[in-house]
């Protein structure tokens, strides 16, 4: 079956950087793009940007341009975000999402990154 | 950036109610809007895309209407594994902005 499996929950101090990967299983990797969302505690959903496992294109919020970048690894089917420069204000669950067309399914577990000195 | 308004915030249900909750697009973005069902410390799930598609798996209570500016979720009959809370998302232009969230609370 289709799945996506994050990297474990990361404590890191304010300044830090974070890599969470997502490994993907059950279907072809560059067939679909990652989109990447984080929740912070309590809080809706933020889109952060997705990554083309084809191609390597790539589209970020312009709110993260500068701190965060994404990418792929098609020999392990796995997707990286990495977020630097962290404050408090990234403290969230961190998921990735299988995505085509406007729909993305399914999504991974979720990465819970906390930001504490 | 697209902006996303769900109505309402939050709503108190009954099993068996009918529920209808509405997502405005602050522009046209024809029918590029999918509706996500989360539970607390769960991933969120796709429930309908291209605003009235109804996934794989997902059971028919759930319908999805609507284009440009107005789309509506709704659930026909409640059941108790319905109490969640709901989001939009459109597709339409990055940033692939979400709802801020509807909770769906038994009453």
């Known amino acids: 079956q289709v799945q996506l499996v994050q990297s474990g929950a990361e404590l890191k101090k304010p300044g830090a950087s974070v890599k969470v990967s997502c490994k993907a299983s059950g279907y072809t990797f560059t067939s679909y793009v990652i989109s990447w969302v984080r929740q912070a505690p309590g809080q809706g959903l933020e889109w952060m940007g997705w990554i083309s496992p084809y191609n390597g294109n790539t589209n970020y919020t312009q709110k993260l341009q500068g701190r965060v970048t994404m990418t792929t690894d098609t020999s392990t089917s796995t997707a990286y975000m990495e977020l630097r420069s962290l404050t408090s204000d990234d403290t969230a669950v961190y998921y990735c999402?299988?995505?085509?067309?406007?729909?993305?399914?399914?999504w991974g577990q979720g990465t819970l990154v906390t930001v504490s000195s | 950036d697209i902006q996303m308004t769900q109505s309402p915030s939050s709503v108190s249900a009954s099993v068996g109610d009918r529920v209808t909750i509405t997502c405005r697009a602050s522009?046209?973005?024809?029918?590029?809007l999918a509706w996500y069902q989360q539970k607390p410390g769960k991933a969120p799930k796709l429930l309908i895309y291209?605003?009235?598609s109804l996934q794989s798996g997902v059971p028919s209570r759930f319908s999805g209407s609507g284009s440009g500016t107005d789309f509506t979720l709704t659930i026909s009959s409640l059941q108790p594994e319905d109490f969640a809370t709901y989001y939009c998302q459109q597709a339409n232009s990055f940033p692939h902005t979400f709802g801020q969230g509807t909770k769906l609370e038994i009453k």
């Open positions: 522009q046209g973005i024809s029918s590029w």
């Open positions: 999402a299988r995505d085509r067309a406007g729909l993305s399914d399914p």
């Open positions: 291209a605003a009235s």
